[in-house]
């Protein structure tokens, strides 16, 4: 008799006696081993790899609020109900900003830029007024001291970036009469900014690069147009849940990647591969597995618009609700094409960035490069930086940990001699560009990562023992509230929309 049958036939209490007794006998460590992810075929992944593909070729992105999107969460959904799992796809909206066009002009030329992400819209034809240039000292812009003797009453304001946010500078200039706000990088190339969000937008306010700022800046009281002509849009979406008709209820194993992609491609590493490889294990897993922890699987939308879908849903939750969760586990690009093999740095024993994550995330880290190491991979560190979709679930305190192949950073030497690939070049060229398809996948790295993942969540659906370690639920409960608050501050700078810069 399974210890489910056994459980489901006594009271509430002796259920917990019981299950105090058994769990205090159980081996200390979760004791993963290969069975879930020797199950899963490469070929299972691929087609859900191609299916998205497919989708992106018909739609033309797979981004949250475009029928990409919906045709993702219908396909992933579909597949998860036939396997016998309890389903749902709960809606959310949020205000999505869309640019439509942009133009900067001085003197009547006109002036490469871009709108900051959030700016609000000029009127149409634009804002024109003379520049006006703030002063660069070691706060440009910040504060309204930094102006000292300009006037910007019906000017356009220059400022070099640093010091604060983008939208600080933006609201100090605004809070002086300027009608809109020029930012200047302090390095090479583009700004690419964003303002966070709206209720932080003042001014219309563009982004040039340093080259284009240096040159306006000796310009002052020439006339300049800016024209933003953007709009904020309501955009409903869905997270596809789906969890297991097994397993205890008040201890659920999450795991979850980002179904959306961004706007300018198919999204098929970023995150194509985690969305398929979580797809495989929970199919190959079932509906109904023998297992002691429920396994809730997540597709979360929105990531890219700011990670909104994965916040939601942790925020819908009660406290009781987010004590269920014995910890969360996140794939959000698992086969980058020069491929690092990274999991997060639960201790920070790297002391890169970021701290250590919540309670239990330094044993899920453990437990990822033990994972792996059976599979022949040596894992390296990377920061709990909030910047995927686990963010939420460390603010509150829950542990997590989670597998990725890199984004934008690039490969050091010793990387390449410990895991192939290219030294020097990025984990992923095409991260958020149309290059990001079917054929610029590292299929062994994504088949890697996805046997892992596959033993590891297994493996917590046995036992989340060695994470929770001895503590009861109350103790859980202090310690979240107490870790929670101090992982939140890390991220208000990592929940930025499609990885723009705040400033
Ligand atoms: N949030 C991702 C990319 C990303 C950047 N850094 C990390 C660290 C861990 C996981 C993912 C990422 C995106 O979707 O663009
Ligand atoms: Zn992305
Ligand atoms: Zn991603």
Known sequence: MSLRTIRSRRSAATAIALVAVLGAAAPAAAAPDRELGDRIGVNEVNRHLIAFQRIADIHGNRASGHPGYEASVDYVAGKL???????STPEFSYQAYFLDSFALSAGGQPVEGDALEYSPATPPGGVTAPLSVAPVDDTPGCEAADYAGTDLAGTVVLVQRGACNFSEKARVASELGAEAAIVYNNVDGPLNGTLGDPAAATIPTAGVTRQVGEQLAGRAGTEVTVDVQSRLESVTTRNVLAQTRTGRTD???????????????????????????????????????DVHNAVRFAWWGAEESGLVGSTKYVQGLSFEQQLDIALYLNFDMIGSPNAGYFTFDGDDSDGVGAGEGPYGSAQIEQDFIDAMARR??????????????????????????GLFTGAEGVKTEEEAALWGGTAGESYDPHYHTAGDDLGNVDRRALKLNTKGLADVVAGYARSTEAVNGMRTRAERAELRAAQGSLMAARLDTAKVPHGHDLS
């Open 376 to 401: 022949g991979v040596e894992l390296r560190g990377t920061d709990f930086n909030g910047r995927s979709d686990y963010g939420e679930f460390i603010a509150v305190g829950i542990p997590a940990g």
């Open 251 to 289: 201890n659920v194993v999450m795991a979850g990647a980002h179904l959306d992609s961004v706007p300018d491609g198919a999204g098929i590493n970023d995150n194509g591969t985690g969305s398929a490889g979580l797809l495989a294990a929970a199919l190959e897993m079932g509906g109904s597995p």
């Open 81 to 87: 109900r036939a396997a016998g799992f309890d389903v």
